[in-house]
């Protein structure tokens, strides 16, 4: 596995296996969820916003709450119920990330390269750990939570996460921690599994976790991107379980078959006992970095399949909300949520039911 010891001199392997494990046995990040919340993750904390520096980048930053505003403006959910994450610690994120990798982001230098924000190296390094950083360890937190939360509710999904060019060693591409790694390495432990498929249907390749899961036959990923963009990984490609990739351009009809296809030969290939489903909507039409040309009502289907995929295996499903660049995602989320509620493949209502 991609994952490394926090400790500068390398210990035996067992022992860093025991400190990883006695890290995520001691983790606050899995707390008890009272019955009557419902299995949607979010906290103010995610969005990011000071000094119009979230404009610097294309990627909206207060999608997430945008997202919630929507589902509850419209009375699909009510605010009072959705669950609030705890931020993932040192400790935590040092089950996947070495003490190095950590040191380097208190270098805001660093982090800009990693965000893709040249400014932010212009900014103390409190300010950085304080609007940016602090924002994306709730979402960790909410990641790692959405495992436990899926395996006692049948389906979870946390409204950000997703940063799926992280592997333990490296962030790029906006996204500064693995998430997806972390809370895989806290399913095997906690939850006592040791199956987990990986469907990737952000625009871009998922290098981050197929790096990270490059040696670990506990882990299939199955990545439907665009070839013909960033983060053009061709190492981390030969990791990929199922490769399907997609040309600039490509429609929603073709898009549609091929995932109904790929999702029948993923349910020949693995039986898994947790799917982690990376939901980038940047699929859509219009986004300037996906290059997909994939309609509002494509991106609703997708996840609907996806969702279906995970009912009829009777397996449980975290939804993570990974990139999107355009204002009208939040909407489309948002949509796409209250879909998979009216075709009951969520419980927004009644959340001590278990769906699966």
């Known amino acids: ?19 990883r494990r006695n890290r995520i046995l001691s983790s606050k990040l899995y ?16 969005d990011i916003a000071f000094l119009g520096i979230e404009k610097l980048h294309p990627f909206d930053s207060s999608k997430w709450g945008r997202i919630c505003q929507f589902l509850t403006n419209e009375g699909v959910l009510d605010k009072n119920r959705i669950i609030e994450p705890l931020e993932a610690s040192k400790d935590d994120l040092l089950v996947v990330h070495p003490e190095l990798y950590l ?58 996460g997703g940063f799926h060019h992280c592997s333990a060693q490296k962030g790029g591409g906006f996204c500064v921690y693995a998430d997806i790694t972390l809370c895989i390495q806290y399913a095997f432990v906690r939850l006592n599994i040791s199956r987990v498929m990986i469907i990737d249907l952000d625009a871009h390749q998922g290098n981050g976790h197929e790096t990270d899961f490059s040696d670990d036959r506990r882990v299939y990923i199955m990545d439907m991107y665009n ?10 490609r030969r990791y990929i379980d199922q490769k399907i990739e997609l040309k600039s351009g490509t ?8 995932l109904e296809r790929e999702l029948e030969i993923a349910r020949n290939q693995f039986n898994p006992e947790l799917v982690v489903y990376n939901a980038g909507t940047d699929i859509l039409d219009g986004d300037p970095l996906g290059r997909l040309k994939i309609s509002s009502e ?14 009829e295996m009777n397996v449980p499903i975290v939804m993570l909300t990974s990139g999107g660049y355009m204002k009208s995602s939040a ?3 948002a949509d796409s949520i209250t879909n998979l509620s009216k075709k009951n493949l969520i419980d927004l209502n009644s959340s001590t039911n278990n769906n699966l």
Request: charged fraction near 20%; glycine fraction near 4%.
């Open 1 to 19: 596995m991609g994952t490394s010891s926090s400790h500068s001199s390398p210990p035996s392997m067992e022992a860093a296996e025991e400190l």
């Open 31 to 46: 707390f008890n969820v009272a019955p009557s919340k419902v299995a949607v993750i979010y906290s103010p904390s995610y």
């Open 251 to 258: 429609r929603t009809k073709e898009y549609l078959e091929e």
């Open 298 to 311: 494509g991106v609703v289907i997708r996840d609907e399949r996806v969702f279906r995929f995970a009912k």
């Open 227 to 236: 070839s013909q963009i960033y983060p053009l990984d061709y190492e981390a």
């Open 103 to 160: 040191r380097r982001l208190k270098s805001s230098v660093n982090v800009s390269m990693i965000l893709e924000v040249p400014p932010v190296a212009m900014l103390p390094n409190c300010l950085v750990q304080q609007k940016v950083l602090h924002p994306f360890r709730m979402q960790v937190g909410g990641s790692i939570l959405a495992a436990k939360l899926a395996k006692e509710r049948g389906w979870a999904i946390n409204v950000g």
């Open 331 to 333: 909407r489309v989320i």
